[in-house]
C-alpha cells in the first residue's frame, strides 16, 4: 500500500526555504484568457477586487471590453493577443475544446510570459461529469507541449464560478493546489492566489502530476450534486 | 472553461434524502487485506480504537496474528481468505503490485461483501511520486471488475499512515472521499470513515472518477516533502 507520506530526508545540504515565503506580486498584471467566460470573469473580478490589475481577453475584442466594463475595478478588455503581450501572467481559462487551438495562435505573443493553466478537460452524460482523456497527460502539459518559450504553471481548477463571480462572497473558503516545473514560477502564482481573501495557494506538485488536479473536478461536481454545495478544497497540516 | 458548479437541477421529484443521514456500521466486522502494511495496519488501529470489531489479513495468518496482537484492542488476525470471509466490510490496503493477484484469489471469499478499495497505483523516480497508468481505468475499476460479485467502493486514499499509527494523535483531520455506484453501499463507507474522530466520509462520485482520487496521492507526497507535514484534504462548503 503507498501512503502519502514523505520518503527519508535527502542528504543534508542547504536549510530548505521558508514555503511560506513569497514574492510581492501586486504591481504584476494579470490577464485572462478566455475572461469573458464564467471561471474568467470570476478569476478576473476576484484578483482586481484584491487590486490587481487585471486585462480581460477574448477572441473579439468588444466582448472583452463589455465583460470588463460590467466588472470595473479597473479591469481592461482586449484580443487574447494584446492581452496576453501586455500581461506578465497569463491566466488560460477558455474551454477546453478551444485550448490547444488558442495556444497555438498565441505562441508569439505567450512568449517568455508566466502561463497558468486552469482549464479542467471534462466531458458530461447522463452519470454526470468524467475526466477526459488528452494525449499530452494533461490540458496543463498540453499547453506546455505548445509553448515552449513560456513559462507554463497549473493552477485555480477547483473554483467554483457562483461563488467567485457573487459580491456579496467576501472570502473564498479554499486552497489553490500550484503546480509546475520551476519554482519560482509556482510561488508567483502561489502568491497571486493568496492576494484573494480566504484563499492560499499551496504548491502540488510537477505538471506530469496535473492530471488529477485538473479530473479532480468531476469530483467535486458530484460532491455539489450531493450536498447541494460549492464546493472548494483545503489541504491539512499545512 | 468547465467549472465544478453543478447543472441546473434535475426536473420535480421525491425530496432527496439528507445526504449526513448515515446507517449505524458500529455492529459491522471491518476486515483489512494487507493490514500488516502501514496503511492497513493505521486503519485497522483506528477502527478498532473507535470501537469496530477489526480483522487483519495476510497471506500469512501468523504475520496477521503478530500484527494484530502488536495492536491490542480485540483485533484478530487471519489469513487473507478467512479475513474476507468473517467481516462485513473488506478494506483492500494491499500493494499495488499485488492487488489483482490477490483479488482474483479472493473473488469467492469476497462475493456479497461490501469492499472498500484505498490503493493508490504510484510510481517513484528522481523527481517522486506519479500516476501510473491502470488498464481498468483506477485500481476501484480493476476491483470492480475482478469482483463482480462483490459490491465495490473505493475511499481512504488520502491519509497518512505515520499519523494513523500514532497513538499521541487523537483526531485525523481529514475529510475521506468515497466512490461507488450504490449509494446504499457508499453511505455505510461513509459512516464507517465517520467512525474515526476528525474524520469525515464524503460521497465523490462514480467509480469512474477514482483514478483522480488515487492518483493525487502523487500530489500530497508533493505537499508533504514541501511542507514537512502529513497532509490531507478538507472539502469545503459542505
Known amino acids: 500500500m503507498t501512503t502519502n507520506d514523505a520518503p ?3 542528504p543534508a545540504k542547504a536549510p530548505a526555504k521558508d514555503p511560506w515565503e513569497l514574492p ?3 504591481g504584476l498584471v ?13 478569476l478576473a473580478y476576484r484578483l482586481a477586487r484584491a487590486g490587481q490589475k ?6 473579439a475584442a468588444d466582448r472583452a471590453q463589455t465583460a470588463a466594463d460590467e466588472l470595473g475595478l479597473g479591469i481592461e478588455g482586449a484580443d487574447n493577443a494584446e492581452c496576453a503581450r501586455r500581461s ?9 475544446e478551444g485550448h490547444a487551438k488558442t495556444l497555438e495562435a498565441l505562441r508569439e505573443d505567450l512568449a517568455g510570459k508566466l502561463v497558468v493553466d486552469c482549464v479542467n478537460p471534462l466531458g458530461f452524460d447522463k ?7 488528452v494525449e499530452e497527460g494533461s490540458a496543463a502539459e498540453q499547453a506546455a507541449a505548445l509553448l515552449p518559450e513560456s513559462r507554463v504553471t497549473a ?11 457573487d459580491e456579496s462572497v467576501e472570502e473564498i473558503d479554499t486552497d489553490v493546489m500550484v503546480l509546475g516545473e520551476v519554482r519560482a514560477d509556482t510561488d508567483i502564482v502561489q502568491a497571486l492566489a ?11 506538485g510537477r505538471l506530469r502530476n496535473a492530471h488529477q488536479v485538473e479530473a479532480l473536478v468531476a469530483n467535486l461536481i458530484s460532491v455539489n450534486r450531493r450536498y447541494k454545495a460549492h464546493a472548494g478544497l483545503r489541504v491539512t497540516d499545512i
Open 8 to 10: 527519508a530526508a535527502a
Open 24 to 26: 510581492d506580486v501586486s
Open 30 to 42: 494579470v490577464g485572462v484568457l478566455g475572461g469573458t467566460g464564467d471561471q474568467g470573469r470570476g
Open 54 to 59: 487585471v486585462i480581460i481577453g477574448s477572441r
Open 88 to 96: 506578465d501572467i497569463v491566466i488560460v481559462a477558455v474551454p477546453w
Open 127 to 133: 452519470k454526470g461529469a468524467y475526466a477526459l482523456k
Open 155 to 165: 493552477a485555480f481548477h477547483h473554483l467554483s464560478a457562483v461563488l467567485l463571480q
Open 194 to 204: 493568496g492576494r484573494i481573501p480566504g484563499m492560499r495557494g499551496v504548491f502540488a
